[in-house]
């Protein structure tokens, strides 16, 4: 049992940091180099995520073919699910790293080091005050209505997650 301990609360706490660090490592190698764009870089990233996301989305398809569905809801669902919580619940980093990637990308070439490295900070206080450190931010009354609403988890993994740790690898 503790090394299940270990793994639940340990190992899997630190994979997607590390795979968004190691991901911003190799990106910013591309963008100091100049030889790939930021921007190719998230449409590689794209284009991986919709290859693994097929089998999902048919999958699901599949198993709500036998059920009373809408063709026309469950197209609109997998889109949003695409764009914003991942294809599958286990692909949320697949958005968050390609909106991570292209915003890195744009206020790194624009504005610099300096600015992405000041805003991915700002980011990860931020997110960290709306979960980690949750009783903390709901104290502060501007944050508490966004922190406690049940969408901040989109804003969470879509920016404050990915970006920070992205700008780290760099």
């Given at each position: 049992e503790p090394l299940g301990v270990f793994l639940r609360e340990f190992v899997s706490r630190i994979a997607v940091p590390y795979f968004f660090v190691v991901s911003g490592y190799?990106?910013?190698?591309?963008?100091?180099?100049?030889?790939?764009?930021?921007?190719?870089?998230?449409?590689n990233q794209t284009k991986t995520y919709i290859i693994w996301s097929i089998p999902y989305i048919l999958l699901n398809f599949v198993i709500l073919v036998g059920k009373d569905?809408?063709?026309i809801l469950f197209a609109?669902?997998?889109?949003?699910?695409f764009f914003i919580h991942g294809s599958s619940s286990h692909f949320w980093f697949f958005p968050?790293?390609?909106?991570?990637?292209?915003?890195?990308?744009?206020?790194y070439k624009r504005l610099g080091w300096?600015?992405?490295?000041?805003?991915?900070?700002?980011?990860y206080i931020f997110g960290c005050l709306g979960s980690s450190y949750l009783p903390i931010g709901e104290k502060i009354?501007?944050?508490?209505?966004?922190f406690t609403n049940s969408n901040f988890?989109?804003?969470?993994?879509?920016?404050?997650?990915g970006i920070p740790f992205i700008t780290l690898g760099g």
């Open positions: 190799f990106l910013f190698k591309k963008l100091e180099k100049t030889e790939i764009s930021g921007y190719r870089a998230a449409w569905f809408s063709t609109k669902d997998t889109v949003f699910r968050a790293l390609i909106y991570g990637t292209l915003f890195v990308t744009f206020v300096k600015t992405i490295l000041s805003i991915s900070l700002f980011f009354p501007i944050l508490s209505t966004l988890y989109i804003l969470r993994r879509l920016l404050l997650t």
